[in-house]
């Protein structure tokens, strides 16, 4: 099997794994109503996964560095597995939360694991395409995951996604026995040196945008379901389709937003995507009674969010060179984090307040990613201005 071959499986694991965490997201009035709780208790499973996976992916990744890539795969695999099957089997709201924290976990470090894989088994002038191709896999599962699953549980049941993707992920584990090659681990990097990371400003503001970027996201997108049936009033049906269309506006979205990075620059290309995401959550709080309105504002959200996060992607690779591995591995927890505490206030403010009212809560999280991106802007510009200072004494 060609090395790309092997490139699309590692891919396809990491939609499926991918789809595990996102899933959710489209089903959360039906597994509130499954499990006999609220709308925002049920959020709450969303913030754990989150938060298991941006901790303890690390954790896990440290303690695991030096085993057998393909072994670690294969266990990491049939863990998520039993955490697929025990949501299914166990009764109950708590008992469903630790089978959570279980997909969570094994999704985190099968993730890193596949793109480690695809690193070492790509050629040398693809490696950066095929490490995008993994990642797209996980993008995937949010464009097509979320809505595909809105509708085979809204025909089958929920119970039915989930068993269904335990399965496929037994038949790709026969097929990674048989296709990807054993190879070894890497040197582990302890937590203190990725955290210490954090001690140079722009790192920090770096990373920060990523939190309030992705704050403001889990605030609004976790409950996105249930504001789009309760408030908007879409149907079953039409929500699906519109689930679809906010994905592949964030594919569109992803893509132009590396484009403008490359031609325009990243910060340029922040300022713009942050602004015209502000200005789309705004323009939702006042045309809920407009399912056609709502419509076009969720995709230009959607779009102009994701392109926020292409950006940011090549924005912490080239920040810190001699760390930009190190700088996109906090990039993913920063990612986790934010959105496990995007779900969290979301379920607060769902709770407390009202439903409708996470789309201003998400519009100050964006607010706040602007002025960290601005305070970035000008850290750098104070910094360029400080060299060529420094270099006109020396010469």
């Keep these: 099997m060609s090395n790309t071959a092997k490139i699309y499986i590692l891919a396809l694991i990491s939609f499926l794994v991918g789809t595990s965490q996102y899933i959710i997201l489209g089903i959360l009035d039906k597994m509130a109503y499954a499990l006999g709780v609220s ?13 298991a996976y941006a901790i303890g992916t690390p954790i896990l990744m440290v303690l695991t560095a030096k085993m057998e890539r393909r072994k670690l795969l294969i266990y990491t695999l049939f863990v998520f597995i039993l955490g697929k099957l025990l949501s299914v089997i166990v009764p109950g709201y708590w008992l469903f939360m630790i089978a959570r924290i279980i997909m969570a976990l094994s999704t985190g470090v099968a993730v890193v694991t596949v793109l480690s894989i695809a690193a070492k088994i790509a050629p040398a002038n693809k490696k950066a395409s095929s490490i995008a191709s993994v990642v797209m896999g996980f993008t995937a599962s949010l464009i097509i995951g979320v809505p595909i699953g809105r509708f085979i549980s809204s025909t089958y049941g929920w119970k039915f996604v989930f068993i269904g993707i335990a399965l496929l992920v037994l038949l790709v584990i026969l097929i990674v026995l048989n296709t990807i090659p054993k190879m070894n681990g890497g ?16 790192n920090a503001l770096a990373l920060s945008i990523t939190f309030f970027i992705m704050t403001g996201y889990g605030i609004i997108f976790t409950y996105l379901s249930p504001y789009l049936v309760k408030t908007v ?37 922040l300022k713009r995507g942050l602004l015209v995401n502000i200005t789309s959550l705004v323009a939702l709080s006042f045309v809920s009674h407009s399912i056609i309105v709502v419509f076009i504002i969720l995709v230009v959200w959607s779009f102009s969010g ?37 779900a969290g206030l979301g379920g607060i403010i769902v709770g407390q307040i009202s439903l409708s009212s996470i789309v201003w809560f998400s519009t100050v999280s964006v607010v706040f990613a ?18 060529d200072i420094t270099v006109e004494k020396g010469a």
């Excluded at 970035?376 to 104070?382: E, G, P, Q, V």
């Design 39 to 51: 709308i925002c208790a049920a959020g709450q499973l969303i913030t754990v996964y989150t938060l």
């Design 306 to 342: 994701w392109s926020l996060g292409a950006t940011q992607q090549y924005n912490l690779a080239t920040i810190s060179p001699e760390s930009s591995d190190v700088m996109l591995g906090l990039n993913q927890s920063m990612m986790q984090l934010g959105f496990a505490v995007g």
């Design 233 to 269: 009033g879409m149907s079953d049906h039409l929500l699906s389709i519109t689930l679809l269309v906010l994905g592949v506006a964030s594919l569109f979205g992803s893509k132009i937003g590396g484009l403008s990075a490359d031609k325009r620059g990243v910060i340029f290309t």
């Design 370 to 387: 602007s002025f960290t991106t601005f305070g970035l802007s000008r850290f750098l510009t104070k910094k360029v201005v400080n060299q």
């Design 187 to 202: 040197v582990s990097i302890p937590l203190t040196k990725q955290i210490a990371l954090f001690k140079k400003p722009k």
